[in-house]
Nanobody
Framework: VQLVESGGGLVQPGGSLRLSCAASGFTFSRSDMSWYRQTPGNERELVAR????????VYADSVKGRFTMSRDLAKNTVYLQMNSLKPEDTAVYYC?????????WGQGTQVTVSS
């Protein structure tokens, strides 16, 4: 099983980034996929989730209207489009896959929002 995130980096406030998570080794189409983020000393928090059946999305209140999660079933990839970024969005972002009772994590990608 592999979840490989990419797309993080340094961006100015108000800017945009798109994170990608390429999945392999499990049935992607039957997995709920999520993005979490974590800052030093804090617990990992859910940012967005897309469900396996129907592709419904849910978002943390702090990112609603600014972030959009999507998936490409043909590429086994999920994306997180992040717009109007704020300094408080600075964190390590992790991709997560929940496949029945199994829970998989990527290695994380750093997003830093700073002028």
């Amino acid at each position: 099983v592999q979840l490989v995130e990419s797309g993080g980096g340094l961006v100015q406030p108000g800017g945009s980034l798109r994170l990608s998570c390429a999945a392999s080794g499990f049935t992607f189409s039957r997995s709920d996929m999520s993005w979490y983020r974590q800052t030093p000393g804090n617990e990992r928090e859910l940012v967005a989730r897309i469900t396996s059946f129907g592709g419904s999305t849910v978002y943390a209140d702090s990112v609603k209207g600014r972030f959009t999660m999507s998936r490409d079933l043909a590429k086994n990839t999920v994306y997180l489009q992040m717009n109007s970024l704020k300094p408080e969005d600075t964190a390590v972002y992790y991709c997560n896959a929940k496949y029945y009772a199994a829970n998989f994590w990527g290695q994380g990608t750093q997003v830093t929002v700073s002028s």
